[in-house]
Structures are given as structure tokens and as C-alpha cells.
């Protein structure tokens, strides 16, 4: 499918996002990016903002920080501009599957109900671009619907899918992710609106394994306490 087509569906797609709102998707997404660290001076790089929901809740948050927010819909990035009046909140119209960031530290790269947009044959060429501008230090959110529950959609209900809309399994993202020297670090099919519906994943770059012993990681109080918790079980299982 051509891009023009894809763009042309989004561009008619703004009145029907602006509709939905914050919904429980979307703030439950906001919730799980707080809870990896999101805070004031985080950097973010948002691909497939679409008309900013989120991006605004992020920009209430972000002080010192930058969003750089990417759609391929211009009509989307001018509502987005229009709307969120922020010093630190930047917009594109553009491609994301090879889009390089005007950002070079990025905290967080978020794509939220995007990849099972974008056509399957481009997803080397994503994760590949992924790769190259994320540092050691970037956490990359992806969340999808469950590949299953899209499969029921495209026998049960096909006019509520979009113009690309597919299922990603799961071996297919991890193929992608080895290929592109990225690693799984949380896998989590979780529930918002029917149980099972969606799927979330954390990736990093991959790194070399270093054995960092937990216990020098713990204060002197944790060991204290693990201590205690030792002559317990000791005391309690082995007479």
C-alpha cells in the first residue's frame, strides 16, 4: 500500500480521534510510561502521535524535558500545534518508520498502537531505524492489540479496523528485535476494554551480559533485613 493512501485515511481520521478523547487506552499508556520514569526532565520521542492526546498529558508533566512527537499525517500535526502550546513540545509530519530525531539523548521512545499499522514488510527497515538512534539508556514502549483479538476483528467486526490494520505476532517482533540487536525486557498481555485485547512490550539495546551481584547492590538496612529473613527460613525449615 502506498503512503498517500495511508496518509490520505489519517488526514479524514482527526474529527473521529478528537471524539475519542483520553480515553482508558490511552491514559493507561500515560500511567505505564510514569511508571518506567517518565518524569519532568525526561527526553520522549513519540512516534504515531496522532492528533496529541497523549502528547498532551505528557507535556503537563515534562518541565525541563523535550517531546518530539512524529505522524505521518499533516493534518494531524497542525491540530496537534494548534492545540498543545508548549516550549518543549516539538512536532513532525513524517514517516516514523525512518524518521531521525532532531534529539540525540532520548529517554523514552514510544510507539502506542502504532506497529499494527504500519505494514509488515517495513518493519525490518522500523526496528532497524530503532536501533540506530536509541542509546544504552533508551526504553522503547511498543503497545499492541493482541494479535488474536484482531483476528476476531477481521471476522467479526471489519469496519471497526483501520486502513492498515494487522496482527503482529509475537515471534515476528522478536525476530526483528534479534535481527536489529535490540532485547526483550518485559513481555505483559494485558486487559483495558475486553479481556486479553492488547499486548506490551519494553526493549533496549542489546548489551553484553555483566554479572552485577544484587546483594552489592543493597543498602546496609536490605542486608540487615535479608539476613533476617535468612535465620527465619533457617529457623522455620531446617531442624
Not at 32 to 50: I, P, T, W, Y
Request: charged share 25%.
Amino acid at each position: 500500500m502506498e503512503n498517500k493512501e495511508i496518509i490520505d485515511f489519517y488526514d479524514g481520521f482527526v474529527e473521529e480521534q478528537h471524539k475519542s478523547g483520553i480515553n482508558e487506552r490511552i491514559y493507561e499508556l500515560y500511567k505505564r510510561l510514569k511508571k518506567q520514569g517518565f518524569q519532568a526532565d525526561s527526553n520522549v520521542l513519540e512516534l504515531g502521535c496522532g492528533i496529541g492526546t497523549l502528547t498532551f498529558l505528557l507535556s503537563k508533566v515534562v518541565k525541563t524535558g523535550k517531546i518530539e512527537a512524529v505522524d505521518i499525517s499533516p493534518e494531524s500535526i497542525e491540530f496537534c500545534k494548534k492545540k498543545i502550546k508548549n516550549p518543549n513540545v516539538a512536532f513532525f509530519a513524517n514517516d516514523i518508520v525512518n524518521y531521525l530525531p532532531q534529539m540525540k539523548e532520548i529517554d523514552f521512545i514510544s510507539l502506542f498502537d502504532i506497529i499494527e499499522h504500519i505494514p509488515l514488510e517495513k518493519h525490518g527497515e522500523l526496528f532497524h531505524n530503532l536501533s540506530n538512534i536509541c542509546s544504552d539508556n533508551t526504553l522503547i514502549l511498543i503497545n499492541i492489540p493482541n494479535p488474536d483479538y484482531i483476528h476476531y476483528d477481521i471476522a467479526n467486526n471489519p469496519d471497526a479496523l483501520q486502513i492498515v490494520d494487522q496482527p503482529v505476532p509475537l515471534d515476528f517482533i522478536l525476530q526483528n528485535l534479534e535481527h536489529n540487536n535490540l532485547s526483550l525486557v518485559f513481555f505483559e498481555t494485558h486487559s483495558i476494554w475486553v479481556e486479553n485485547d492488547y499486548q506490551f512490550f519494553l526493549i533496549k539495546k542489546k548489551r553484553s551480559f555483566k554479572e552485577v551481584k544484587i546483594s552489592d547492590k543493597r543498602t546496609f538496612i536490605q542486608k540487615a533485613m535479608k539476613k533476617i529473613e535468612r535465620t527465619v527460613v533457617k529457623l522455620k525449615y531446617y531442624r
